[in-house]
C-alpha cells in the first residue's frame, strides 16, 4: 500500500531564507507527483507537477525535484516570503487513473 | 486553469440527519473525485464519480453512506448519509482534464456534526 510522508510537519522561517520541504514515499511505482499549496477556506492549488519520467519542473522560485528509485522528493523554495505561509501537500499518482495519495502536509510560517 | 465551485462552503449538522454538497466545474473534465480531510489529517480518496453510473469506492467507502452521483460531465454531488460527529471533516471535490493529468480542487466544505 502507497504512503506518503512529508517531513517536517512544521516550519517556521525569516523572510527571505531558502527552504526545502521533503516528501517520501514508499512504493516507486507512481505515475506523477504533484506538490499543492493548501489556503484556510481556499481549497488546493497545484504548484508543480512532476511526471514519473522526470527529475524536476520549476515555477517561479519554486522547484521540485524527483527521485522515483528512491521514493524522494523535494521542494525547494527561493527567497521565502509571507505570502509563502501555507500547508504545503505532496501527492502521488499510484497509476494512470488519477486518484491522489496524499502526505499530511508542512506547514510553513513565514515571519516578516 | 478549471475552476471549481462547492456548495455550501461549510455547515453545522445535527447527529443523524444528511447533507448533499455541490461540486460545479467550469469547463469540462474527464474524471472527478471526492476527497475527506478529517482533522490534522492528510487527503483520503472517497471515490472517483463517474458520468451516468454508479461511483467508483474505496476500501472503507460505501455507497450507502456516501451517495455520489454526476449527471453530467460538469456536475457531482456528495452526500454524507446518517452522520455522526466523527463525519466532522472537509469534504473536497476535484476534477482533471483528459491529457493533462494536473488535478483541480474546490474550495472545500467544512462540515461539523454535533
Known amino acids: 500500500k502507497q504512503e506518503v510522508t512529508q517531513i517536517p510537519a512544521a516550519l517556521s522561517v525569516p523572510e527571505g531564507e531558502n527552504l526545502v520541504l521533503n516528501c517520501s514515499f514508499t512504493d516507486s511505482a507512481i505515475y506523477n507527483l504533484q506538490w499543492f499549496r493548501q489556503d484556510p477556506g481556499k481549497g488546493l492549488t497545484s504548484l508543480l507537477l512532476?511526471?514519473?519520467?522526470?527529475r524536476e519542473q520549476t515555477s517561479g522560485r519554486l522547484n521540485a525535484s524527483l527521485d522515483k528509485s528512491s521514493g524522494r522528493s523535494t521542494l525547494y523554495i527561493a527567497a521565502s516570503q509571507p505570502g509563502d505561509s501555507a500547508t504545503y501537500l505532496c501527492a502521488v499518482t499510484p497509476g494512470s487513473q488519477g486518484n491522489l495519495i496524499f502526505g499530511k502536509g508542512t506547514k510553513l510560517s513565514v515571519k516578516p | 486553469s478549471a475552476v471549481i465551485s462547492q456548495k455550501p462552503s461549510r455547515d453545522i449538522c445535527q447527529r443523524g440527519t444528511s447533507l448533499t454538497i455541490q461540486c460545479q466545474v467550469d469547463?469540462?473534465?474527464?474524471?472527478m473525485f471526492w476527497y475527506r480531510q478529517q482533522p490534522g489529517q492528510s487527503l483520503t480518496l472517497i471515490a472517483t464519480?463517474?458520468?451516468?453510473?454508479?461511483?467508483?469506492?474505496e476500501s472503507g467507502f460505501v455507497i450507502d453512506k456516501f451517495p455520489i452521483s454526476r449527471p453530467n460531465l460538469t456536475f457531482s454531488t456528495l452526500t454524507v448519509s446518517n452522520m455522526s460527529p466523527e463525519d466532522s471533516s472537509i469534504y473536497l471535490c476535484?476534477?482533471?482534464?483528459?491529457?493533462?493529468?494536473?488535478?483541480?480542487f474546490g474550495p472545500g466544505t467544512r462540515l461539523t456534526v454535533l
Open positions: 469547463s469540462q473534465v474527464t474524471m
Open positions: 476535484s476534477g482533471e482534464r483528459g491529457g493533462t493529468d494536473t488535478q483541480y
Open positions: 512532476i511526471q514519473s519520467s522526470q
Open positions: 464519480a463517474n458520468q451516468g453510473s454508479e461511483a467508483t469506492y
